[in-house]
């Protein structure tokens, strides 16, 4: 029971980092570890079995003594003797061996003779001296102090290897562990041809492209350029491919670092791996070091729940004195990203360090359209595909979203087994993208059918009734992700503001589905809990952040959090007054609307439980029907936006 109304630009809270990892647990990758290393040490053992086990096999079972030998060579009952340093081996004339020792001093003619061996008894043997070869000398001689040796660095290795792949570093301290593209592979190489809209950004970054293509222009004139840039935007608005595409165009290796990788490190690896990483870049200079989502490392020092994070501080730190210690001829440029610029420290934007801010705003109708396009370029679209339209629908998505979507409809062609895309395939994938997958399964009981109708149709009819809110598109009581149904609703234009008005229907709206339940079947179900949360989170900005309550007038009280407390007690009341005020108004306002034009809610609820999605030309029908004048429709979906300068 979900209202689908595309993201506001204000208020993300994305992009936080995931909580840091420390300890022991940290250090040796958790319980796998010791398991692991259970493991290790019961190969190891076994491996030491079988070493002796071989060796005893390899010692012939015969061995007998000197006088023996002696006795068997006078009586003529041995062939041959092979001397290897002091041991003999003997074959017999009945081709069985056996070995004896002798005194490695004196040679075997005269040991015999002492035994009494005459020299015509021995000529008839013959012998065969070998002497022990240097190699089998030494390995002999080092091969029990360099095996457990061996075995012991064997087992390091392993450990070691084990523990990376827990995602820890544990043995490779310090080193740092960016990823490197080599701009010599093409597979890997970004351009500005693959990012559509983002111009301004492009604008700014072109400089930097310039420079390090040909810094030796810019460095005879003694122009300054900037060491760091800073890209700041919305999740999945193209930071990350931006950055990738500057090295790209300039043909230069880019250096990528995550900043959350820094969070679970041992206090110290982050400032090393950093200055690592710099050396690195330096080297092979022209380069780009890019630090993503800088935020989890670049937080405003000392803030934050139970005092500062050392390794946080010392990473950051590392990074402002490196970016500090920049020679004026270094060729090496520093970018970061962020979705969340709000929380950064005031230290990492000062001039000299991340001075040049790059702003990267979502797509409007007509980026979205050239962003389709590049990401259809692989993709066989049907000759009825309008990626227009598909943009037009989809305000508020990002980049991101639209590749997902484009995936997502060259997925329904290929499992539906066709050679192309419709644009059926990619209308479907704008509700898949925006609320989850379809829940076709989930088989609604008469009773719930009804229930979930009447509140999606409340949603639609005070959504079309009151004047700020969006035209509604779309209603279905198939359930997708969490929501049992939904209504989709888009608005007009891309915005980039909303006003008080705009909140206050859209709040009432949002309510439209819990006034309907209450109304129809006097009772509450479990069901909006969701659009509860959604409105109170609203009606609290609305208050707390910008300023439209009238009671408390223009103020932006901040976030509260422990130890951070922006406003008094008596305050805190009054926001929440407020809030109380706003959401009852709304309700108000929901209730009169549907009081009013109740015979249009059953016409609504009773198409929805029919045909279970009703689309636009529908239901405005039953609008217009019902006396209700639908919201001014754009001719054919798609409105030309006016051409840029
Ligand atoms: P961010 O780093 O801002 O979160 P990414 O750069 O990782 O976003 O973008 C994710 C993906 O979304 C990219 O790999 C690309 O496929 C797509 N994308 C995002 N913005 C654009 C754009 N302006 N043009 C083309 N593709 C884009
Ligand atoms: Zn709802
Ligand atoms: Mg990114």
Redesign the pocket.
């Known amino acids: 029971m979900a209202i689908a109304s595309p993201k506001k630009p204000k208020n993300k809270k994305n992009g936080t980092p995931p909580p840091a990892r420390r300890g022991w647990r940290a250090l040796f990758g958790g319980p796998s570890f010791f398991s692991n290393l259970i493991t290790t040490v019961l190969i190891f053992l076994l491996l030491m079995s079988i070493y002796s086990l071989v060796e005893g096999l390899a010692k012939p079972a015969v061995d007998v003594p000197l006088s023996v030998v002696a006795a068997d060579v006078a009586e003529g009952k041995i062939r041959s003797i092979t001397v290897n340093g002091d041991s003999l081996g003997l074959v017999y004339t009945d081709e069985s061996t056996k070995v004896s020792r002798k005194d490695p001093s004196a040679g075997l003619p005269e040991t015999l003779a002492t035994y009494g061996v005459t020299p015509e008894e021995l000529s008839k043997v013959s012998i065969t001296i070998r002497g022990q070869s240097g190699f089998q000398f030494w390995f002999l001689t080092l091969a029990p102090i360099l095996l457990p040796l061996l075995f012991v660095a064997a087992f390091f290795w392993i450990i070691s290897r084990q523990v990376r792949g827990a995602g820890m570093q544990a043995f490779s301290f310090g080193q740092s562990k960016a990823r490197v593209i080599d701009p010599a592979d093409s597979s890997q190489r970004v351009t500005f041809a693959?990012?559509?809209?983002?111009r301004e950004a492009k604008e700014e970054l072109l400089e930097i492209v310039d420079f390090l293509k040909n810094p030796k222009k810019f460095l005879d004139i003694g122009a300054r350029i900037p060491k760091g840039i800073i890209?700041m935007?919305?999740?999945?608005?193209?930071?990350?491919?931006?950055a990738r595409a500057v090295a790209g165009e300039a043909g230069v290796p880019f250096f990528s670092i995550s900043g959350s990788e820094f969070v679970e490190m041992f206090v110290g690896v982050g400032a090393s791996r950093v200055r690592d990483l710099f050396q690195l870049a330096k080297k092979a200079a022209p380069a780009i070091i890019f630090v993503?989502e800088i935020d989890a490392v670049g937080r405003v020092r000392g803030a934050g729940v139970g005092g500062g994070n050392d390794e946080r501080e010392q990473t950051l730190n590392q990074i402002l004195v490196e970016m500090d210690g920049f020679e004026p001829n270094e060729k090496v440029v520093v970018m970061a990203?962020t979705?969340r610029p709000d929380v950064l420290d005031p230290a990492l934007l000062r001039p000299g360090r991340f001075d040049r801010r790059v702003t990267?705003d979502l797509?409007d109708r007509r980026?979205r359209e050239?962003?389709l396009k590049?990401?259809a370029r692989a993709k066989p679209l049907g000759p009825d595909v309008a990626l227009a339209v598909i943009a037009e629908r989809t305000p508020g998505f990002?980049?991101?979203e639209?590749?997902s979507l484009m995936n997502e409809g060259a997925i329904l062609a290929a499992r539906e087994d066709r050679k192309e895309l419709t644009q059926y395939d990619l209308i479907r994938s704008i509700e898949k993208v925006m609320l989850g997958p379809e829940r076709k399964s989930h088989l609604l009981s008469k009773k719930e059918k009804e229930l979930t109708s009447y509140h999606e149709a409340g949603h639609a009819l005070v959504s079309s009734v009151l004047e700020n809110a969006d035209p509604v598109h779309k209603i279905s009581i198939i359930s997708r992700g969490r929501a049992a149904g939904y209504t989709l609703k888009l608005p007009f234009e891309d915005r980039k503001m909303q006003s008080k008005k705009q909140f206050l229907d859209d709040i009432a709206a949002t309510l439209g589905g819990y006034v309907a339940e209450e109304m129809l079947f006097n009772d509450v179900t479990t069901g909006p809990s969701n659009d509860l949360v959604v409105i109170t989170a609203l009606a609290r900005d609305m208050v707390s952040r910008y300023g439209m309550s009238d009671k408390l007038g223009p103020v932006a009280f901040g976030e509260r959090a422990m130890g951070n407390e922006p406003y008094s007690e008596r305050v805190a009341g009054e926001i929440d007054d407020e809030v109380s005020r706003i959401i009852e108004e709304a309700r108000a306002r929901a209730t009169a609307v549907i009081t009013k034009h109740r015979k249009a809610l059953d016409a609504i609820a009773k198409e929805l439980m029919e045909k279970e999605t009703v689309e636009r030309a529908e239901f405005e029908k039953i609008l217009i029907a019902h006396g209700i004048t639908p919201k001014a429709k754009e001719e054919e979906g798609i409105v030309i936006a006016p051409p840029r300068p």
Do not use: F
């Open positions: 693959d990012i559509a809209g983002a890209l935007g919305a999740p999945g608005t193209g930071k990350t491919l931006l993503d990203a979705n990267i797509p980026d050239e962003i590049i990401h990002s980049g991101a639209l590749y």
